[in-house]
């Protein structure tokens, strides 16, 4: 839908526009088009609106974009800042915005929405920090936070019209939250602008009264300002060395954190002299500073070679603090213009040096780019793919979700709705069965994403599966299910002890109905057992021998002799108390065999299991008949080894392919075989049985690049 002009609309032809487009010669004139498109669509979009000062909204859009200007952004960045606004206040649609201007700058614009979203709802003071990490990785578009500094920075400048109260609550938040992301940038000069900004709305009358201190000393001060800059620029030019020396001026907010933290006072903080030389190429740098020691007396152990070390957000300069005139300390600071452009705009150095010289530009990417690669940690970037779209995720090992209420909840990432279950309290996670994630109903393995808001569904009845261990990743979540099935491994035990003991009385000829008549009482007074709840558990755990008690239980009786024979059931969720081998991994289909394993319960294991056969003959008592009468849906691991041609994209291939048969992997590790011929590719995945897996192992050999399937086992 075409936004309706009103009566405020204004087109392309319009000053605001003109001045703008300006600036924009470093664009190509292809770009300009799309641009004024975006700024008319913007313009009419918001033709409605005010901002509070009573100007046309659209002043506001076009004062971010010309920030993003000023750091040489791409087109889509500039009508991403053009339309930043128009999700959230006018009825446009993403769907709308990518039809029109592409998809790069809908989710740009997207980007920038749903940061806005989270900020009201969610900001807590405590929390800054989380906040602030959430916000860079939720943006994972590098454009997308630089945008939202420059749209705050205009924000806190024109808040004059704003309630006192709503005015102070968004300059703490600027200085909480934004100035420390434009300074982990290394955007010093709007870090410093920010917090100088909001210092004054947030404490006006310690604002001014610094101000006026300030202005009271610039007297004494500029008498000595002036003479040690003269003597600084005379030196250099004395030496032949063409330099630029500026005083440095400290912000407001710097000199009153410096007071508060160091307990200094006014004069003391001001009683340092900062001053900044700045020259062409690096050797001048090393020259300035030696002919600068010369000129005063260097303070022992203040020498900071930055530019051989650069700090980790790419920083580069020299550092020296020198005696000056009366004994008063000179902080000077020695760096070449690049280093320079770098200090003052950090991440935005990128732009703006675009069309500078090839030679220095090449350098300056290298390094902005070693730079934001120390800044992400990640592990993959390719160089090219950087430069082209500068997506980054900053913060790789953590994920930030909120609860209902919106409190942020931080869990490493990978972390499911169980883990974000146990986080908030115990008897959540021991009674949750789904959860909403954004309020749609999800299942509980499913692993969170950055500013999800999660909300776990409970269930009194509802109690901790084994099967979540393989899924959770917090130590806490680990422990309190492990810790909940072994309270419920007794129970599990009982009943399944319980059971062999039935199996075997009516293996010996006991009718299921005369079971209940047998002298139980007096059965467990013969046994040393506490309880008979002890008797089935310890039977259940493999501390008796069922065929023992039995034949003890009928000894006391007298019943018919033993004869016929029967299997115990296996279904595969008898939990703790029965446990699938993991050498041989038995899955439904596979005949199996059961050993009664002291204080384990039962183990299954595949019939033809080559760990078996010794401890078969040595101790045939340990050993019992078992059969599978698995339940529907039920589903078992087992590893497969896949031997595939060593080829591009191979593994996303074979994967697709066990998906499609309806598989799960569970896990996958990779090998080489010995000569080098081919890779090799362990897989455990989920099946319900053994013809699901021959379905799976056929369709696998079915792809070219598979040369062989087989079933693993290990050897133990
Ligand atoms: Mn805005």
Known sequence: MEPAPGPDFLSAESPIFRAFADKLSYLEAGDMARIEAAFVFASAAHAQQKRLSGEPYITHPVAV??????????????????????????????????????????????????LDKIEFASYRDAQAENFRKMLMAMARDLRVVLIKLADRRHNIHTMAALRPDKRRRIASETLEVYAPIALRLGLNKLYRELQDTCFELIHPLRAGVLRKAL??????????????????????????????????????????????????????????????????????????????????????????????????????????????????????????????????????????YKDGEAGSNGELEIRTHKWLQSLLETQSSDSAEFFENVKIDLFPDEVYVFTPRGKIMTLPSGATAIDFAYAVHTNIGNHCTAAHINHVLSPLATKLRNGDVVEIVTDPLAVPQASWLSVVKTGRARGKIRHYLRNIQNEESATLGKRMLYKELLAMGVLPVSVADLNWRQLVGHSGSASLHDLFTDIGLGKRVPAVVARLL???????????????????????????????????GD????????????????????????????????WMEIEWAPEEGRLFQVSIQVDVKDKRGVLAQVAASISRSGSNIIHVATGESAEHVFSILNFTIDVADRSHLEQVIRALQRLPEVLRVSRASSKE
């Open 65 to 114: 974009a010309e920030a993003v200007v000023e750091w040489r952004m791409d087109a889509e960045a500039i009508m991403a800042a053009l339309l930043h606004d128009v999700l959230e206040d006018t009825r446009v649609s993403k769907q709308e915005l990518s039809e029109r201007f592409g998809s790069e700058v809908a989710d740009l614009v997207d980007g920038l929405s749903k």
């Open 554 to 588: 009928l000894a006391r009786e007298t019943l018919p002799a033993p004869s016929g024979n029967s299997t115990l059931a296996i279904h595969g969720n008898e939990g703790m108390a029965i446990q699938l081998a993991k050498c041989c991994q038995p899955i439904p």
């Open 591 to 622: 005949p199996i065999i059961g050993a009664i394993r002291k204080g384990h319960g039962l183990v299954v294991h595949a019939r033809d299991c080559a760990n078996i056969s010794r401890s078969y003959l040595n101790e045939p008592g340990k």
């Open 215 to 352: 202005l009271a000393a610039s007297g004494n001060r500029r008498e000595l300002l002036d003479k040690v800059l003269s003597s600084l620029s005379g030196k250099l030019k004395k030496e032949g060395i063409e330099a630029e020396v500026f005083g440095r001026e400290k912000g407001l907010y710097s000199i009153y954190r410096k007071m508060k933290d160091r307990h200094l006072s006014f004069l003391q903080v001001l009683d340092i002299y900062g001053f900044r030389v700045v020259v062409e190429r690096i050797p001048m740098c090393y020259l300035a500073l030696g002919a600068l020691h010369a000129l005063y007396k260097p303070v022992p152990g203040k020498f900071k070679d930055y530019i051989a070390l650069p700090k980790d957000n790419g920083y580069q300069s020299l550092h020296t603090t020198l005696i000056g005139p009366y004994g008063t300390p000179v902080e000077v600071q020695i760096r070449t213009r690049e280093m320079h452009q770098v200090a003052q705009e950090g991440v935005a150095a990128h732009w703006l």
